[in-house]
């Protein structure tokens, strides 16, 4: 069955880089059609698309916060990684990563939350 | 950008009874509307996508329907399982989520 999971740092301060890596099985991202993105969610407020990548490696980025996003995979490893500069206390939420496929998101992480604090 | 407006922002339910949630998109994006739902401390869930497909091992309760811009998701006969907070989510051009409609027992 399909599964992922986020991991990274729980706290991170004001202007440094975060780094999040979902670890993925069940599928390859390889796998034409096949992508993974990234979701984010502050403390009681609504979800928010950040990046994917596909399996040709094309990306797409939320045009709000495309400036700091990067998104890689290491196909080998069955991993995708997410690194966002400059961070921000708004930045605080709990991050999500999902297999998409045909444009959905059908198979989604637990989440880890990124607490962005001096 | 588009931008995806849900209504209500909560609603109250009695168990049994049917929910009316609504999604306006701010400008066309075909049928190509998810519905998801959300529990607390939990990972969201898709429910429904092609605006009235129900993914797999969704109960028929649920359904979807709309195209263009105005779309709804009705729960026929609320379940307690179904107590929650229910996201619509665009993949016309990229992808936006509404802000959410909590659905909450009345």
């Known amino acids: 069955q399909i599964t992922l999971k986020e991991s990274g740092p729980t706290l991170v301060k004001p202007s440094q880089t975060l780094t999040l890596t979902c670890t993925f099985s069940?599928?390859?991202?390889?796998?034409?059609?096949?992508?993974v993105g990234w979701i984010r969610q502050p403390p009681g407020k609504a979800l928010e698309w950040l990046a994917l990548?596909?399996?040709?490696?094309?990306?797409r980025y939320s045009p709000s916060l495309k400036s700091r996003l990067t998104i890689t995979k290491d196909t080998s490893k069955n991993q995708v990684v997410l690194t966002m500069t400059n961070v921000d206390p708004v930045d605080t939420a709990t991050y999500y990563c999902?297999?998409?496929?045909?444009?959905?998101?059908?198979?989604w992480g637990q989440g880890t939350l990124v607490t962005v604090s001096s | 950008e588009i931008v995806m407006t849900q209504s209500p922002a909560t609603l109250s339910v009695s168990p049994g009874e049917r929910a009316t949630l609504s999604c306006r998109a701010s400008?066309?994006?075909?049928?190509?509307l998810a519905w998801y739902q959300q529990k607390p401390g939990q990972a969201p869930r898709l429910l429904i996508y092609?605006?009235?497909t129900r993914a797999t091992g969704i109960p028929a309760r649920f359904s979807g329907s709309g195209s263009g811009t105005e779309f709804t998701l009705t729960i026929s006969s609320l379940q307690s399982e179904d107590f929650a907070v229910y996201y619509c989510?665009?993949?016309?051009?990229?992808?936006?989520f509404g802000q959410g409609t909590k659905v909450e027992i009345k």
């Open positions: 990548i596909y399996w040709d490696d094309d990306d």
């Open positions: 092609g605006a009235s």
């Open positions: 999902a297999h998409s496929y045909r444009s959905l998101f059908d198979y």
């Open positions: 400008q066309s994006v075909s049928s190509n």
């Open positions: 069940g599928f390859s991202l390889s796998t034409s059609g096949v992508g």
């Open positions: 989510q665009q993949y016309n051009n990229l992808w936006t």
